[in-house]
C-alpha cells in the first residue's frame, strides 16, 4: 500500500512505524473531487491544504494529556485521482477506495472538496457497518432531491443518506429551501437542530446526542462553523458553531457514542489566508485525540 512521506503525510510524522499503512491504525485519505460547486471554486484543493496545515499542529493535545498519534499511528494515503470521473461514478470510486481500508480493518479519516464525496464514504461504511447514525454539522441540510438537475450535486448529499434508511442528525444548520424544510417535519429519520436553537446554552447537545445510534459517522462542513473560525469555504453563512461550542459538542459525541469514522470538507482555500485549513487541521486531530482518550478506536 503506498502511503505518503514526513513531507507529505498528515502531521508531518518522522517515525516511519507510526506512518506506515500496515502499522498504523488511522489513516487519512483524500478525495480532491470538485464538480458541483455552486458558488464560490476550489474545494478540491482543500485536502492537500489541509495536509500542509496539519503540520504547524502540535502532536500533544493539552486537553486529553495524551499523543494521539504515538497511540494507534496515522497513515496518509495519496490523493484519489478524479479525472475524467464524475457523479455517480466519482461516488463509486470514493466507495471503492473508502472500502478497502474498512476491510483492513483500518479508522479511515477522509479529507474531501465539495461535500458530495461524504455519499461514497457512507456508502463504504454501510457496508462493514449495518446500523449507524449520521452526525452532519453543516449551515446547509443538504436535502435537495437535486440542484441543477443533478442528483449528486452536494446540495443533495444527505438527501442520498436518507434513500439508504441512515438516521440523520443535524447541527448549526441556517440556510435551506421548503422542500428541505418539509423533508426534515415529515421524515422519522432526521432530527435538525438550527442554528438559532443552539446559541442559548448546550443542553441541545445532550438532546442530539440521545438521537443518536451507538455508532456515529461524523461529517463536518467547514461552514458549518462561525465564518471567523472557518472564513474560507464554498458556500458562507453567518452564524454557526464557535471553536470552543463545537469541540464540548464532539468530546460528549466521542465520550458517549462510538465514532466509526469521519470526514472534513468544503474548505475553498484563499491565497494569504491559512486560518481555515489550519482550524481543520487542528479539528480533525482533536477529533482523533477525543476518540483516541476514550479508548475507541477499534
Not at 118 to 127: D, E, L, N, R, S
Not at 141 to 148: G, I, K, P, V
Not at 214 to 238: C, N, W
Request: proline fraction near 4%; hydrophobic fraction near 40%; aromatic fraction near 12%.
Amino acid at each position: 500500500m503506498i502511503f505518503l512521506s514526513t513531507e507529505e503525510n498528515f502531521l508531518g510524522i518522522a517515525e516511519p512505524e507510526l506512518f506506515a499503512y500496515d502499522s498504523s491504525k488511522i489513516v487519512i485519505q483524500s478525495a480532491p473531487y470538485e464538480h458541483t460547486s455552486s458558488y464560490l471554486q476550489g474545494s478540491k484543493l482543500g485536502p492537500e491544504e489541509m495536509l500542509k496545515a496539519s503540520h504547524f499542529v502540535e502532536f500533544y493535545d493539552e486537553e486529553t494529556d495524551h499523543e494521539a498519534y504515538s497511540k494507534y499511528g496515522i497513515a496518509t494515503l495519496p490523493a484519489m485521482n478524479f479525472d475524467g470521473i464524475v457523479n455517480a461514478d466519482a461516488i463509486a470510486l470514493i466507495e471503492k477506495e473508502t472500502l478497502v481500508h474498512l476491510n483492513n480493518n483500518k479508522f479511515v479519516v477522509s479529507f474531501g472538496s465539495e461535500h458530495s464525496v461524504t455519499y461514497g464514504f457512507v456508502k463504504a461504511f454501510q457496508q462493514k457497518f449495518s446500523l449507524f447514525s449520521v452526525l452532519q454539522i453543516d449551515a446547509h441540510s443538504d436535502l435537495r432531491e437535486a440542484y441543477h438537475d443533478n442528483p449528486y450535486s452536494h446540495a443533495s448529499v444527505m438527501a442520498r443518506v436518507h434513500d439508504m434508511g441512515l438516521p440523520i442528525c443535524q447541527v448549526g444548520i441556517r440556510a435551506q429551501c421548503k422542500e428541505e424544510s418539509d423533508l426534515i417535519k415529515s421524515s422519522p429519520l432526521i432530527n435538525t437542530w438550527y442554528a438559532h436553537q443552539i446559541q442559548e446554552n448546550d443542553a441541545w447537545m445532550d438532546a442530539c446526542i440521545d438521537k443518536l445510534e451507538d455508532k456515529v459517522y461524523v461529517t463536518i462542513d467547514a461552514d458549518g462553523f462561525d465564518p471567523s473560525v472557518m472564513p474560507a469555504v464554498g458556500t458562507a453563512e453567518p452564524g454557526g458553531l464557535m471553536w470552543h461550542q463545537g469541540l464540548r459538542f464532539l468530546r460528549k459525541v466521542a465520550e458517549k457514542k462510538q465514532i466509526i469514522g469521519f470526514d472534513l470538507v468544503e474548505i475553498a482555500p484563499k491565497e494569504g489566508e491559512i486560518l481555515t485549513q489550519f482550524n481543520l487541521a487542528k479539528l480533525c486531530y482533536k477529533l482523533i485525540s477525543y476518540i483516541s482518550y476514550y479508548n475507541k478506536i477499534s
